[in-house]
Protein backbone atom coordinates (compact mmCIF):
# COMPACT_ATOMS: atom_id res chain seq x y z
CA UNK A 1 0.00 0.00 0.00
CA UNK A 2 1.42 3.37 -0.85
CA UNK A 3 1.84 6.04 1.37
CA UNK A 4 -1.15 8.65 1.61
CA UNK A 5 0.38 11.98 0.02
CA UNK A 6 1.76 14.73 2.75
CA UNK A 7 1.49 18.30 1.48
CA UNK A 8 5.08 19.38 2.17
CA UNK A 9 5.30 23.47 0.76
CA UNK A 10 9.02 23.63 1.65
CA UNK A 11 10.09 20.35 0.15
CA UNK A 12 7.73 21.05 -2.84
CA UNK A 13 9.31 24.88 -3.82
CA UNK A 14 12.57 22.88 -3.46
CA UNK A 15 12.31 20.21 -5.32
CA UNK A 16 10.02 21.80 -8.32
CA UNK A 17 12.21 21.73 -10.60
CA UNK A 18 11.90 21.13 -14.72
CA UNK A 19 12.17 17.88 -15.88
CA UNK A 20 10.79 14.95 -18.27
CA UNK A 21 7.57 13.48 -17.61
CA UNK A 22 9.05 9.78 -18.51
CA UNK A 23 6.54 8.12 -20.33
CA UNK A 24 9.92 6.64 -21.80
CA UNK A 25 13.23 6.31 -21.29
CA UNK A 26 15.01 7.34 -22.84
CA UNK A 27 12.70 10.28 -23.62
CA UNK A 28 11.65 11.77 -26.53
CA UNK A 29 14.04 14.39 -26.56
CA UNK A 30 16.65 11.61 -27.43
CA UNK A 31 15.18 10.62 -30.73
CA UNK A 32 17.98 11.02 -33.79
CA UNK A 33 17.50 11.24 -37.44
CA UNK A 34 19.95 7.93 -37.71
CA UNK A 35 16.90 5.74 -37.92
CA UNK A 36 14.37 5.47 -40.57
CA UNK A 37 11.60 2.95 -42.56
CA UNK A 38 13.85 0.14 -42.28
CA UNK A 39 14.24 0.19 -38.42
CA UNK A 40 10.84 0.11 -38.26
CA UNK A 41 10.04 -3.32 -40.25
CA UNK A 42 12.89 -5.01 -39.14
CA UNK A 43 11.46 -4.44 -35.53
CA UNK A 44 7.98 -4.79 -36.90
CA UNK A 45 8.84 -8.14 -37.91
CA UNK A 46 10.85 -9.51 -34.51
CA UNK A 47 7.68 -8.47 -33.06
CA UNK A 48 5.69 -10.81 -35.11
CA UNK A 49 7.95 -13.48 -35.25
CA UNK A 50 7.63 -13.37 -31.24
CA UNK A 51 4.01 -13.20 -31.57
CA UNK A 52 3.58 -9.95 -29.14
CA UNK A 53 0.38 -8.35 -27.95
CA UNK A 54 0.02 -4.75 -29.82
CA UNK A 55 -1.25 -1.57 -28.54
CA UNK A 56 -1.88 0.88 -31.53
CA UNK A 57 -1.88 4.59 -31.28
CA UNK A 58 -3.84 6.68 -34.33
CA UNK A 59 -2.99 10.21 -34.48
CA UNK A 60 -6.07 12.24 -35.81
CA UNK A 61 -4.81 15.76 -36.05
CA UNK A 62 -7.26 18.08 -36.81
CA UNK A 63 -9.02 20.52 -34.76
CA UNK A 64 -12.14 23.28 -35.68
CA UNK A 65 -10.27 25.88 -32.86
CA UNK A 66 -7.19 26.23 -31.63
CA UNK A 67 -7.07 26.13 -27.73
CA UNK A 68 -4.36 29.00 -26.68
CA UNK A 69 -2.48 26.64 -24.15
CA UNK A 70 -2.30 23.48 -26.09
CA UNK A 71 1.03 21.86 -27.08
CA UNK A 72 0.05 18.98 -29.23
CA UNK A 73 0.73 18.56 -33.38
CA UNK A 74 -2.49 19.81 -34.09
CA UNK A 75 -3.52 21.18 -37.57
CA UNK A 76 -6.46 23.93 -37.28
CA UNK A 77 -9.00 23.76 -40.11
CA UNK A 78 -12.65 24.78 -40.33
CA UNK A 79 -12.36 22.59 -43.72
CA UNK A 80 -13.74 19.09 -42.84
CA UNK A 81 -12.59 18.00 -46.61
CA UNK A 82 -8.83 17.72 -45.28
CA UNK A 83 -9.39 15.33 -43.63
CA UNK A 84 -9.90 12.62 -46.39
CA UNK A 85 -6.12 12.71 -48.22
CA UNK A 86 -5.08 12.34 -44.43
CA UNK A 87 -6.94 9.59 -43.90
CA UNK A 88 -5.52 7.96 -47.56
CA UNK A 89 -2.28 8.35 -46.16
CA UNK A 90 -3.11 6.85 -42.85
CA UNK A 91 -4.47 3.74 -44.45
CA UNK A 92 -1.08 3.31 -47.00
CA UNK A 93 0.56 3.38 -43.51
CA UNK A 94 -1.65 0.98 -42.18
CA UNK A 95 -1.29 -1.59 -44.92
CA UNK A 96 2.20 -1.51 -45.04
CA UNK A 97 3.13 -1.82 -41.67
CA UNK A 98 0.40 -5.03 -40.91
CA UNK A 99 1.71 -6.96 -44.00
CA UNK A 100 5.07 -7.77 -41.97
CA UNK A 101 2.84 -8.66 -38.55
CA UNK A 102 1.47 -11.84 -37.71
CA UNK A 103 -2.59 -12.31 -37.61
CA UNK A 104 -2.85 -13.87 -34.61
CA UNK A 105 -1.07 -10.37 -32.69
CA UNK A 106 -3.75 -9.53 -30.79
CA UNK A 107 -4.38 -5.69 -30.61
CA UNK A 108 -4.68 -5.51 -26.81
CA UNK A 109 -5.21 -1.43 -26.53
CA UNK A 110 -5.99 0.78 -29.25
CA UNK A 111 -6.50 4.53 -28.72
CA UNK A 112 -7.10 7.51 -31.07
CA UNK A 113 -5.82 11.09 -30.03
CA UNK A 114 -4.85 14.10 -31.44
CA UNK A 115 -6.10 17.05 -32.33
CA UNK A 116 -9.66 15.91 -32.49
CA UNK A 117 -10.67 12.66 -33.54
CA UNK A 118 -14.24 13.67 -33.45
CA UNK A 119 -13.20 16.44 -36.47
CA UNK A 120 -13.86 13.02 -38.61
CA UNK A 121 -17.50 12.70 -39.63
CA UNK A 122 -19.13 9.40 -38.92
CA UNK A 123 -18.32 7.67 -41.74
CA UNK A 124 -14.85 8.53 -41.67
CA UNK A 125 -14.56 7.13 -38.45
CA UNK A 126 -16.73 3.96 -39.69
CA UNK A 127 -14.44 3.49 -42.47
CA UNK A 128 -11.01 4.17 -40.09
CA UNK A 129 -12.55 1.62 -37.72
CA UNK A 130 -12.86 -1.14 -40.35
CA UNK A 131 -9.21 -0.37 -42.33
CA UNK A 132 -7.71 -1.49 -39.02
CA UNK A 133 -9.89 -4.21 -38.26
CA UNK A 134 -9.31 -5.51 -41.47
CA UNK A 135 -5.33 -5.39 -41.19
CA UNK A 136 -4.89 -5.97 -37.42
CA UNK A 137 -6.40 -8.43 -35.18
CA UNK A 138 -8.98 -6.16 -33.28
CA UNK A 139 -11.02 -7.28 -30.66
CA UNK A 140 -14.76 -8.10 -31.09
CA UNK A 141 -15.96 -7.93 -27.61
CA UNK A 142 -15.11 -5.08 -25.03
CA UNK A 143 -11.60 -7.90 -23.13
CA UNK A 144 -9.21 -4.62 -25.41
CA UNK A 145 -8.87 -1.49 -24.07
CA UNK A 146 -10.13 1.03 -26.97
CA UNK A 147 -10.16 4.60 -26.02
CA UNK A 148 -10.72 7.88 -27.80
CA UNK A 149 -10.42 11.47 -26.78
CA UNK A 150 -13.10 13.23 -27.12
CA UNK A 151 -13.95 17.19 -27.70
CA UNK A 152 -17.53 17.78 -26.02
CA UNK A 153 -18.16 20.48 -28.56
CA UNK A 154 -17.60 18.06 -31.57
CA UNK A 155 -19.60 15.04 -30.33
CA UNK A 156 -23.37 14.75 -29.34
CA UNK A 157 -25.14 11.41 -28.38
CA UNK A 158 -25.29 10.28 -31.73
CA UNK A 159 -21.39 10.27 -32.23
CA UNK A 160 -21.10 8.23 -28.96
CA UNK A 161 -23.71 6.08 -30.44
CA UNK A 162 -21.47 5.41 -33.44
CA UNK A 163 -18.35 5.43 -31.32
CA UNK A 164 -19.67 2.33 -28.93
CA UNK A 165 -21.22 0.35 -31.86
CA UNK A 166 -17.36 0.63 -33.99
CA UNK A 167 -15.71 -1.05 -31.05
CA UNK A 168 -14.69 1.91 -28.62
CA UNK A 169 -15.08 1.46 -24.58
CA UNK A 170 -13.31 3.99 -23.37
CA UNK A 171 -13.39 7.95 -23.91
CA UNK A 172 -11.36 10.82 -22.50
CA UNK A 173 -13.04 14.40 -22.36
CA UNK A 174 -11.06 17.59 -22.37
CA UNK A 175 -12.12 20.13 -20.07
CA UNK A 176 -9.58 21.88 -18.43
CA UNK A 177 -12.26 24.51 -16.70
CA UNK A 178 -15.84 25.30 -17.09
CA UNK A 179 -15.47 28.80 -15.66
CA UNK A 180 -16.40 30.92 -18.80
CA UNK A 181 -13.77 33.77 -18.24
CA UNK A 182 -10.78 31.63 -18.01
CA UNK A 183 -12.50 29.97 -21.12
CA UNK A 184 -12.16 32.88 -23.42
CA UNK A 185 -8.66 33.42 -22.30
CA UNK A 186 -7.54 30.48 -23.90
CA UNK A 187 -10.10 30.11 -26.90
CA UNK A 188 -11.96 27.23 -25.37
CA UNK A 189 -15.77 28.02 -24.91
CA UNK A 190 -17.43 24.34 -23.65
CA UNK A 191 -20.59 24.96 -21.14
CA UNK A 192 -20.52 22.27 -18.27
CA UNK A 193 -24.08 21.38 -20.26
CA UNK A 194 -22.02 19.82 -23.41
CA UNK A 195 -19.65 18.30 -21.05
CA UNK A 196 -22.60 16.71 -18.56
CA UNK A 197 -24.69 15.38 -22.12
CA UNK A 198 -21.31 13.47 -23.35
CA UNK A 199 -20.60 11.91 -20.12
CA UNK A 200 -24.32 10.94 -19.11
CA UNK A 201 -24.01 9.36 -22.94
CA UNK A 202 -20.81 6.96 -21.88
CA UNK A 203 -22.74 6.41 -19.09
CA UNK A 204 -26.11 5.26 -20.28
CA UNK A 205 -23.99 3.32 -23.55
CA UNK A 206 -21.96 1.12 -20.96
CA UNK A 207 -18.47 2.69 -21.62
CA UNK A 208 -16.13 0.79 -18.97
CA UNK A 209 -14.52 4.60 -18.39
CA UNK A 210 -14.88 8.04 -18.28
CA UNK A 211 -11.51 10.14 -17.90
CA UNK A 212 -11.68 14.10 -17.77
CA UNK A 213 -8.63 16.23 -18.22
CA UNK A 214 -8.23 19.39 -16.21
CA UNK A 215 -5.25 21.86 -16.11
CA UNK A 216 -4.44 24.34 -13.34
CA UNK A 217 -2.44 27.28 -13.92
CA UNK A 218 -4.20 28.86 -16.59
CA UNK A 219 -4.96 32.51 -17.23
CA UNK A 220 -7.63 33.84 -14.64
CA UNK A 221 -7.71 31.32 -13.09
CA UNK A 222 -8.20 31.70 -9.19
CA UNK A 223 -7.82 28.55 -6.08
CA UNK A 224 -11.06 29.27 -5.36
CA UNK A 225 -13.15 29.19 -8.74
CA UNK A 226 -10.94 26.07 -9.84
CA UNK A 227 -12.15 24.35 -6.72
CA UNK A 228 -15.59 24.65 -8.48
CA UNK A 229 -14.71 23.35 -11.63
CA UNK A 230 -13.06 20.28 -9.90
CA UNK A 231 -16.40 20.24 -7.86
CA UNK A 232 -18.37 20.34 -10.85
CA UNK A 233 -16.15 17.14 -12.46
CA UNK A 234 -16.15 15.18 -9.55
CA UNK A 235 -20.07 15.83 -9.73
CA UNK A 236 -19.60 13.78 -13.21
CA UNK A 237 -18.58 10.52 -11.80
CA UNK A 238 -15.63 10.21 -13.97
CA UNK A 239 -13.97 7.06 -13.76
CA UNK A 240 -10.34 8.66 -14.13
CA UNK A 241 -8.95 12.14 -13.98
CA UNK A 242 -5.74 14.16 -15.43
CA UNK A 243 -5.10 17.40 -13.71
CA UNK A 244 -2.03 18.93 -15.54
CA UNK A 245 0.00 21.45 -14.64
CA UNK A 246 -0.11 24.11 -17.61
CA UNK A 247 3.44 24.87 -18.92
CA UNK A 248 4.07 28.35 -20.15
CA UNK A 249 6.34 28.06 -23.65
CA UNK A 250 5.41 30.72 -25.80
CA UNK A 251 8.80 30.15 -26.94
CA UNK A 252 7.98 27.21 -28.42
CA UNK A 253 4.22 26.61 -28.86
CA UNK A 254 2.61 29.28 -30.96
CA UNK A 255 -0.75 29.68 -29.28
CA UNK A 256 0.66 30.21 -26.52
CA UNK A 257 1.37 33.78 -27.34
CA UNK A 258 -1.97 34.81 -27.46
CA UNK A 259 -2.18 34.10 -23.90
CA UNK A 260 -1.52 37.72 -21.83
CA UNK A 261 1.17 36.40 -19.27
CA UNK A 262 -0.70 39.09 -16.82
CA UNK A 263 -3.27 37.03 -16.64
CA UNK A 264 -1.69 33.71 -15.43
CA UNK A 265 -1.86 32.95 -11.50
CA UNK A 266 0.83 33.54 -9.41
CA UNK A 267 3.03 30.10 -8.34
CA UNK A 268 1.72 30.10 -4.96
CA UNK A 269 -1.98 30.07 -6.49
CA UNK A 270 -1.15 27.24 -8.30
CA UNK A 271 0.67 25.40 -5.45
CA UNK A 272 -2.67 26.08 -3.82
CA UNK A 273 -4.87 24.92 -6.50
CA UNK A 274 -3.57 21.55 -6.84
CA UNK A 275 -3.45 21.23 -2.92
CA UNK A 276 -6.79 21.58 -2.89
CA UNK A 277 -7.48 19.30 -5.65
CA UNK A 278 -6.18 16.47 -4.13
CA UNK A 279 -7.74 17.42 -0.94
CA UNK A 280 -11.58 17.22 -3.36
CA UNK A 281 -10.79 14.48 -5.16
CA UNK A 282 -9.22 12.29 -1.90
CA UNK A 283 -12.12 12.96 -0.34
CA UNK A 284 -14.65 12.32 -3.18
CA UNK A 285 -12.75 8.40 -3.03
CA UNK A 286 -10.03 8.52 -6.27
CA UNK A 287 -6.52 7.82 -5.38
CA UNK A 288 -3.71 9.39 -6.44
CA UNK A 289 -1.57 7.33 -9.18
CA UNK A 290 1.17 9.76 -10.05
CA UNK A 291 2.26 12.21 -12.38
CA UNK A 292 -1.28 14.20 -12.37
CA UNK A 293 -3.48 10.92 -12.61
CA UNK A 294 -6.45 9.83 -9.99
CA UNK A 295 -9.08 6.94 -10.43
CA UNK A 296 -11.35 5.44 -8.72
CA UNK A 297 -10.38 2.24 -6.45
CA UNK A 298 -12.09 0.04 -8.82
CA UNK A 299 -10.05 1.52 -12.21
CA UNK A 300 -7.53 -1.00 -13.75
CA UNK A 301 -5.06 1.52 -13.13
CA UNK A 302 -5.71 1.76 -9.59
CA UNK A 303 -6.19 -1.81 -8.94
CA UNK A 304 -3.01 -2.35 -11.58
CA UNK A 305 -0.80 -0.02 -9.13
CA UNK A 306 -2.34 -2.46 -6.09
CA UNK A 307 -1.01 -5.20 -7.21
CA UNK A 308 2.17 -4.31 -8.35
CA UNK A 309 1.62 -4.60 -12.89
CA UNK A 310 1.28 -0.66 -13.51
CA UNK A 311 3.58 0.40 -15.96
CA UNK A 312 3.97 3.83 -18.04
CA UNK A 313 4.93 3.70 -22.00
CA UNK A 314 4.24 6.46 -24.57
CA UNK A 315 0.43 6.43 -23.97
CA UNK A 316 1.17 7.25 -19.95
CA UNK A 317 -0.13 4.86 -17.16
CA UNK A 318 -1.04 1.28 -18.73
CA UNK A 319 -2.01 -1.95 -17.88
CA UNK A 320 -0.75 -3.12 -21.34
CA UNK A 321 3.15 -2.22 -21.56
CA UNK A 322 3.90 -5.38 -22.40
CA UNK A 323 2.29 -4.86 -25.57
CA UNK A 324 4.50 -3.61 -29.12
CA UNK A 325 2.88 -0.61 -29.20
CA UNK A 326 2.74 0.70 -32.98
CA UNK A 327 2.15 4.89 -33.78
CA UNK A 328 0.22 5.72 -36.83
CA UNK A 329 0.16 9.06 -38.39
CA UNK A 330 1.60 12.31 -38.31
CA UNK A 331 4.48 12.64 -35.53
CA UNK A 332 3.25 9.42 -33.52
CA UNK A 333 5.74 6.93 -31.69
CA UNK A 334 6.14 3.81 -31.69
CA UNK A 335 7.72 1.51 -29.16
CA UNK A 336 8.57 -2.08 -30.57
CA UNK A 337 11.20 -3.83 -28.54
CA UNK A 338 14.26 -1.82 -27.78
CA UNK A 339 13.29 0.61 -30.89
CA UNK A 340 11.88 4.13 -30.63
CA UNK A 341 10.39 5.49 -33.15
CA UNK A 342 8.71 8.60 -34.83
CA UNK A 343 6.69 9.70 -37.62
CA UNK A 344 7.53 12.83 -39.38
CA UNK A 345 5.59 16.00 -37.74
CA UNK A 346 5.29 17.72 -40.69
CA UNK A 347 1.80 17.16 -42.05
CA UNK A 348 2.98 17.67 -45.57
CA UNK A 349 6.04 15.79 -45.07
CA UNK A 350 3.93 12.79 -43.80
CA UNK A 351 1.59 12.44 -46.53
CA UNK A 352 4.67 12.90 -48.93
CA UNK A 353 6.21 9.25 -47.85
CA UNK A 354 3.34 7.70 -47.33
CA UNK A 355 2.16 8.50 -50.96
CA UNK A 356 5.38 7.79 -52.43
CA UNK A 357 5.42 4.57 -51.44
CA UNK A 358 7.12 4.63 -48.31
CA UNK A 359 6.92 4.80 -44.51
CA UNK A 360 7.14 8.15 -42.54
CA UNK A 361 9.86 7.32 -40.12
CA UNK A 362 12.02 10.11 -39.58
CA UNK A 363 14.07 9.65 -36.08
CA UNK A 364 14.17 7.16 -33.12
CA UNK A 365 16.76 5.36 -30.97
CA UNK A 366 17.59 1.91 -30.35
CA UNK A 367 17.54 1.38 -26.25
CA UNK A 368 21.03 0.52 -25.20
CA UNK A 369 21.95 -1.86 -21.92
CA UNK A 370 22.59 1.14 -19.79
CA UNK A 371 19.21 2.44 -21.02
CA UNK A 372 17.16 -1.13 -20.11
CA UNK A 373 18.82 -0.72 -16.65
CA UNK A 374 17.71 2.90 -16.25
CA UNK A 375 14.46 2.38 -17.86
CA UNK A 376 13.50 -0.71 -15.37
CA UNK A 377 14.98 1.70 -12.35
CA UNK A 378 12.64 4.76 -13.36
CA UNK A 379 9.38 2.83 -14.18
CA UNK A 380 9.48 1.33 -10.65
CA UNK A 381 9.47 4.38 -9.34
CA UNK A 382 7.28 6.27 -11.52
CA UNK A 383 4.75 3.40 -11.17
CA UNK A 384 5.29 1.92 -7.41
CA UNK A 385 7.20 4.63 -5.54
CA UNK A 386 9.65 1.46 -4.61
CA UNK A 387 12.20 -0.12 -5.96
CA UNK A 388 14.21 -3.66 -4.90
CA UNK A 389 17.64 -3.61 -5.40
CA UNK A 390 17.23 -7.26 -5.34
CA UNK A 391 14.60 -7.19 -8.39
CA UNK A 392 16.68 -5.24 -10.43
CA UNK A 393 20.57 -6.70 -9.89
CA UNK A 394 18.71 -10.27 -10.81
CA UNK A 395 17.17 -8.81 -14.07
CA UNK A 396 20.56 -7.33 -15.45
CA UNK A 397 23.67 -9.35 -13.61
CA UNK A 398 24.30 -5.78 -11.53
CA UNK A 399 25.63 -4.63 -7.49
CA UNK A 400 23.32 -1.77 -7.69
CA UNK A 401 25.09 0.18 -5.08
CA UNK A 402 28.26 0.13 -7.21
CA UNK A 403 26.47 0.59 -11.17
CA UNK A 404 24.66 3.56 -9.50
CA UNK A 405 27.48 4.81 -7.20
CA UNK A 406 27.43 8.32 -8.55
CA UNK A 407 23.82 8.47 -7.80
CA UNK A 408 24.02 7.81 -4.16
CA UNK A 409 25.06 10.65 -2.48
CA UNK A 410 21.91 12.33 -4.46
CA UNK A 411 19.76 9.46 -2.90
CA UNK A 412 21.37 9.97 0.57
CA UNK A 413 20.12 13.51 0.15
CA UNK A 414 16.54 12.94 -0.81
CA UNK A 415 16.19 10.26 2.06
CA UNK A 416 17.99 13.09 4.52
CA UNK A 417 15.20 15.54 3.04
CA UNK A 418 12.87 12.39 3.92
CA UNK A 419 11.51 12.49 -0.15
CA UNK A 420 12.25 8.62 0.50
CA UNK A 421 13.19 6.04 2.95
CA UNK A 422 16.77 4.41 1.34
CA UNK A 423 18.29 1.24 3.16
CA UNK A 424 20.42 -1.74 1.64
CA UNK A 425 16.93 -3.44 0.29
CA UNK A 426 15.99 -0.69 -1.76
CA UNK A 427 13.99 2.73 -1.60
CA UNK A 428 10.54 3.76 -0.98
CA UNK A 429 9.19 7.00 -1.65
CA UNK A 430 7.52 8.60 1.17
CA UNK A 431 4.20 10.22 1.47
CA UNK A 432 5.53 13.58 0.80
CA UNK A 433 7.56 12.41 -1.87
CA UNK A 434 5.15 11.00 -4.45
CA UNK A 435 4.32 14.49 -5.74
CA UNK A 436 7.97 14.76 -6.76
CA UNK A 437 8.95 11.53 -8.30
CA UNK A 438 9.38 12.74 -11.19
CA UNK A 439 12.98 14.59 -9.54
CA UNK A 440 13.80 11.08 -7.88
CA UNK A 441 13.67 10.01 -11.56
CA UNK A 442 15.61 12.69 -12.89
CA UNK A 443 18.60 11.59 -10.61
CA UNK A 444 18.96 7.97 -12.47
CA UNK A 445 18.43 10.24 -16.03
CA UNK A 446 22.05 9.43 -17.90
CA UNK A 447 21.28 12.40 -20.61
CA UNK A 448 20.02 15.37 -18.75
CA UNK A 449 23.27 17.02 -17.78
CA UNK A 450 23.86 16.68 -21.90
CA UNK A 451 20.68 18.37 -22.71
CA UNK A 452 19.50 20.57 -19.74
CA UNK A 453 15.88 20.75 -18.92
CA UNK A 454 14.77 23.85 -20.98
CA UNK A 455 12.29 21.66 -23.18
CA UNK A 456 10.38 20.03 -20.04
CA UNK A 457 7.45 21.81 -17.81
CA UNK A 458 7.90 21.90 -14.23
CA UNK A 459 7.27 18.90 -11.59
CA UNK A 460 4.34 20.47 -9.54
Known amino acids: MLDAIRWDTDLIRRYDLAGPR ?12 GIGPFDLLRAVRDSAQARKPLSLYVHLPFCAHVCYYCACNKVITRDRSRSAPYLHSLRQEIQRIAHHLDPSQVVEQLHFG ?16 QDLRQHFHLLDDDRGDYSIEIDPREADWATMGLLREIGFNRVSLGVQDIDP ?20 AAHALQFRSVNIDLIYGLPLQTPESFAR ?32 EADLPSAGDKLAMLQRT ?12 GMDHFALP ?83 LICHCTLDFATIEQAFAIDFRHYFAAQWPGLKAFARDE ?42
Do not use: W
Open 278 to 289: IEQLTQAGYRYI
Open 22 to 33: YTSYPTAVQLHE
Open 229 to 260: TVEEVIALQPNRLSVFNYAHLPERFMPQRRIN
Open 181 to 200: AVQRAVNRLQSLEETRAIVD
Open 114 to 129: GGTPTFLNHDELRQLM
Open 298 to 380: DDELAIAQEDGSLQRNFQGYTTHGHCDLIGLGVSAISQIGDLYCQNSSDLKDYQQRLDSGQLATRRGLYCNADDRIRRAVIQQ
Open 419 to 460: LIHLDEQGIKVTGAGRLLVRSVCMLFDQYLGQQGTQRFSRVI
